[in-house]
């Protein structure tokens, strides 16, 4: 039995992939990837719906190296797709040579993004990845080179596809057609493709080249204010978001909170100076129910132990000048 493995983000095209080749009599295994920006919860469903075994596997740190300094640079935000399907491929490729699994595919469309999915955007995704002579796009193949897989008979291209172009028609009769009746709407998923979190990751590599996942998880939650070249402030906006700064905070970096008067938890991260702590004691103190005290207390948690100080709550016009 011919055996591939599928690249399933949980979307559309790339269950349709699956499906596509499921319906030749191939044996289809999926895998989904986990980072930062992106994770497996969608996959998981389609994969339950078109019934195929999944793989699920955590990339985010190779990932965020990749994200810093992309070969092929970025679209219109901070998403780098050709890097980014490519390094999904040379992962996903690493597994098929070692499993035995014949060819990798996904669910591309030629021409359905300007910038990512034209021809030689594919080619170069194929080459970079390291397995050009195997991978197979079904839903647009009949409009690609004839592959290695597809001489050989291992998949019938009579039976590949030759959609193209950004309307979705096609893949909705297919849907209905196949049976597909709860999917994901097109677009969105990865946090990469989005301007808000985009400015916010573009302003931490800048100044924190070296940042880690667990800094990159710090930009989904709360306020984010930029207290120096070499600092920054997140903060709590409610509950949830306190949780997740207290369960986020690690060795280095400073937690905040004021003791006198319910307020939010900060979190200072980078390498900030005496002046930057005390700049986000006033930025927090702003945000807590002391923000028209003259002056309020606050506690400094850190691995050297624990300090107060007394700051001047900052007038809110100001802190929203150190928004990121």
Same mark, same amino acid.
């Given at each position: *039995?011919?055996?591939?493995?599928?690249?399933?983000?949980?979307?559309?095209? +790339?269950?349709?992939?699956?499906?596509?080749?499921?319906?030749?009599? /191939?044996?289809?295994?999926? /895998?989904? =990837?986990?980072?930062? =920006?992106?994770? +497996?919860?969608?996959?998981?469903?389609?994969?339950? *719906?078109?019934?195929?075994?999944?793989?699920?596997?955590?990339?985010?740190? @190779?990932?965020?190296? *990749?994200?810093?300094?992309?070969?092929?640079?970025?679209?219109?935000?901070?998403?780098?797709?050709?890097?980014? !399907?490519?390094?999904?491929?040379?992962?996903?490729?690493?597994?098929?040579?070692?499993?035995?699994? #014949?060819?990798? =595919?996904?669910?591309?469309?030629?021409?359905?993004?300007?910038?990512?999915?034209?021809?030689?955007?594919?080619?170069?995704?194929?080459? =970079? +990845?390291? !397995?050009?002579?195997?991978?197979?796009?079904?839903? +647009?193949?009949?409009?690609?080179?004839?592959?290695?897989?597809?001489?050989?008979?291992? @998949? &019938?291209?009579?039976?590949?596809? &030759?959609?193209?172009?950004?309307?979705?028609?096609?893949?909705?009769?297919?849907?209905?057609?196949?049976?597909?009746?709860?999917?994901?709407?097109?677009?969105?998923?990865?946090? $990469?493709?989005?301007?808000?979190?985009?400015?916010?990751?573009?302003?931490?590599?800048?100044?924190?080249?070296?940042?880690?996942?667990?800094?990159? #998880?710090?930009?989904?939650?709360?306020?984010?204010?930029?207290?120096? &070249?070499?600092?920054?402030?997140?903060?709590?906006? !409610?509950?949830?978001?306190?949780?997740?700064?207290?369960?986020?905070?690690?060795?280095?970096? %400073? $937690?905040?909170?004021?003791?006198? @008067?319910?307020?939010?938890?900060?979190? @200072?991260?980078?390498?900030?100076? %005496? #002046?930057?702590?005390?700049?986000?004691?006033? /930025?927090?103190?702003?945000?807590?129910?002391?923000?028209?005290?003259? %002056?309020?207390?606050?506690?400094?948690?850190?691995?050297?132990?624990?300090?107060?100080?007394?700051?001047?709550?900052?007038?809110?016009? #100001? %802190? *929203?000048?150190?928004?990121?």
């Amino acid at each position: *039995m011919v055996k591939a493995l599928g690249l399933l983000s949980g979307g559309l095209d +790339s269950s349709l992939a699956a499906v596509c080749l499921k319906k030749q009599g /191939i044996h289809v295994t999926c /895998i989904a =990837f986990v980072t930062p =920006f992106f994770g +497996s919860a969608k996959a998981e469903h389609m994969a339950q *719906m078109i019934d195929v075994p999944l793989m699920i596997k955590d990339i985010s740190d @190779v990932h965020l190296n *990749m994200v810093k300094a992309p070969r092929y640079g970025y679209g219109k935000n901070m998403n780098p797709c050709i890097d980014c !399907h490519a390094m999904m491929f040379r992962l996903a490729g690493n597994i098929m040579n070692d499993q035995g699994f #014949e060819f990798l =595919f996904s669910g591309e469309v030629l021409g359905q993004r300007p910038m990512s999915q034209n021809a030689n955007a594919l080619r170069s995704v194929a080459n =970079f +990845s390291g !397995h050009p002579e195997r991978i197979l796009r079904p839903l +647009s193949a009949k409009l690609l080179p004839v592959t290695k897989m597809e001489e050989q008979g291992l @998949v &019938d291209r009579d039976l590949l596809l &030759d959609i193209q172009g950004r309307s979705r028609k096609r893949q909705e009769a297919l849907a209905k057609e196949w049976g597909l009746v709860d999917y994901p709407s097109s677009g969105g998923g990865c946090l $990469l493709t989005e301007k808000h979190f985009s400015d916010r990751l573009r302003d931490l590599i800048v100044h924190e080249p070296d940042c880690s996942v667990n800094d990159v #998880e710090l930009l989904k939650i709360g306020r984010q204010f930029r207290l120096s &070249d070499h600092s920054k402030l997140v903060l709590g906006r !409610h509950q949830e978001d306190n949780e997740g700064i207290e369960a986020r905070h690690s060795a280095g970096q %400073t $937690l905040l909170r004021t003791p006198g @008067v319910p307020g939010p938890l900060g979190l @200072v991260s980078g390498v900030p100076s %005496t #002046e930057d702590i005390e700049l986000a004691g006033a /930025i927090l103190a702003s945000y807590g129910k002391g923000k028209d005290q003259q %002056t309020v207390k606050v506690l400094a948690l850190n691995s050297d132990g624990e300090k107060t100080f007394v700051v001047k709550p900052m007038p809110r016009c #100001e %802190t *929203m000048k150190k928004i990121v």
